[in-house]
């Protein structure tokens, strides 16, 4: 009976353990890794490879209407700066990605992730010229996942209002979080979010906003964490999740817990 009775326990002690570790985000995917490239379809699957909760990403609007991939307002094509907003797919597909890929469409990637088998993709909307332009792209992209039905697989960030609105409108049931790391975990409650996602400075700042947001329910993530000093500040303020571009640093970090 004691050996049994220390047995569960043991068994209570890892699920408790494992509840309270931090899930690990890859910022851009997993890059830092041989072959791979920072918002590349390689990185998207080298993050399922090693199982992390997520792999981040980042989309923009073609000129002519069309969700790609890629994290600056702007890309270098033969030497000269191009908006992405207002340069059509054609055009764009003439860049190439630091491992060769050509840069990649949100279906092209949307394919690729429905053969991952372990993490989530985390949606970053970037900010645009316009409202029009922000509803097109997440419409247009929301209604690619729910083409799929990927729901329960993605998850989406911004640092824009509106489309942290638009997302609540088009897929009141989805997950997103605000990024820009100026609204208390209480708007961000009344919002209807998931809960927040900022900047490891905004949270050593206001480590209070990590309790309030656990007790409104909310849920925290942390970016860009990638130096082991402030990856163990972030991991004792008790967030859920941390981005970072050091994945696997930040697994090593957290299973010396």
């Not at 060769?100 to 993709?121: N, Q």
């Not at 509803?135 to 998850?155: P, T």
């Not at 906003?209 to 007790?215: I, N, R, S, T």
């Amino acid at each position: 009976m004691k050996k049994k009775s220390l047995l569960l326990l043991m068994i209570l002690f890892a699920g408790l353990t494992s509840l309270s570790a931090q899930q690990i985000i890859a910022h851009r995917g997993y890059w830092k890794t041989e072959g791979s490239a920072q918002n590349s379809i390689a990185a998207l699957l080298k993050a399922d490879e090693i199982k992390a909760y997520g792999s981040e990403v980042d989309i923009w609007l073609s000129s002519d209407g069309i969700p790609v991939v890629n994290h600056d307002a702007s890309i270098t094509l033969n030497g000269e700066k191009l908006i992405i907003q207002d340069t059509p797919l054609k055009t764009l597909r003439q860049a190439k990605l630091e491992n060769g890929e050509v840069l990649p469409t949100m279906e092209e990637y949307l394919d690729a992730f429905e053969r991952c088998s372990h993490t989530k993709l985390i949606i970053e909307f970037k900010t645009h010229n316009s409202k029009d332009r922000e509803d097109e792209l997440a419409k247009k992209v929301i209604e690619m996942v729910q083409k799929r039905s990927l729901q329960n697989r993605v998850e989406y960030i911004s640092f824009g209002i509106n489309f942290v609105q638009q997302v609540r409108k088009l897929d009141p049931q989805a997950d997103v979080y605000y990024l820009n790391g100026d609204m208390t975990p209480q708007i961000l409650s009344k919002m209807g979010l998931a809960g927040l996602d900022y900047h490891y400075n905004v949270l050593l700042k206001r480590p209070e906003w990590v309790k309030e947001a656990h007790d409104l329910g909310l849920k925290v993530n942390t970016w860009t964490v990638n130096k082991p000093g402030d990856i163990q500040k972030i991991i004792d303020l008790k967030v859920d999740f941390i981005t970072t571009d050091e994945p696997l640093l930040v697994r090593e970090i957290i299973q010396k817990q």
